[in-house]
């Protein structure tokens, strides 16, 4: 059970360093001068799924939900 443990632990500190890089990657959600002129109706806010943006939207979650498995794993208490 160590083993498994300690190979957790370092999947878990792998995942909490990526997603710390994920999140500062991405952009903000102001919309600024854009929203005025009607910029978010564009070809990129329309296809923002396959746009880089998306992508690391889609990443953030996945990321998001291993630590928080993974914290609940690594939590259980040994009986």
Do not use: P
């Amino acid at each position: 059970m160590g083993t498994l443990r300690l190979i957790l632990t370092i999947i878990y500190i792998f995942d909490c360093l990526f997603l710390a890089v994920v999140v500062l990657m991405q952009e903000g959600k102001s919309a600024g001068l854009g929203s005025i002129s009607g910029a978010a109706e564009s070809y990129w806010g329309k296809n923002k799924g396959r746009s880089m943006e998306g992508k690391l939207v889609t990443l953030t979650k996945f990321a998001a939900i291993l630590f928080l498995v993974l914290s609940a794993v690594l939590n259980i208490n040994r009986f």
